[in-house]
C-alpha cells in the first residue's frame, strides 16, 4: 500500500510521503489528515491562489486539519 501524501498545515502545499518539512514554506507541520486537491498552473491570474494565498505554482489540499 503507497502512503498518503503530506499537505503542509502553513501554506497548504502537498509534499511526498517521507518529508520531513515542506518543500514550499519549511514547515515541520505535515498532516496526512486532509481532503480535496487542487493543482495551480498560474497563480498571478487564479481567483483560487489568491484566496488560498498561493504565489508558486503546484499541488494544495484544500482543507487541512
Known amino acids: 500500500m503507497a502512503k498518503k501524501r503530506l499537505a503542509c498545515r502553513e501554506c497548504h ?3 511526498e510521503p517521507n518529508n520531513q518539512t515542506c518543500d514550499l514554506c519549511g514547515s ?7 481532503a480535496g486537491y487542487v493543482y495551480i ?11 488560498m494565498n498561493v504565489s508558486e505554482p503546484g499541488g494544495y489540499a484544500l482543507k487541512v486539519r
Open 13 to 15: 502545499h502537498i509534499n
Open 41 to 51: 498552473t498560474h497563480p498571478e491570474e487564479s481567483e483560487i491562489a489568491e484566496e
Open 28 to 34: 515541520s507541520s505535515l498532516t496526512e489528515d486532509w
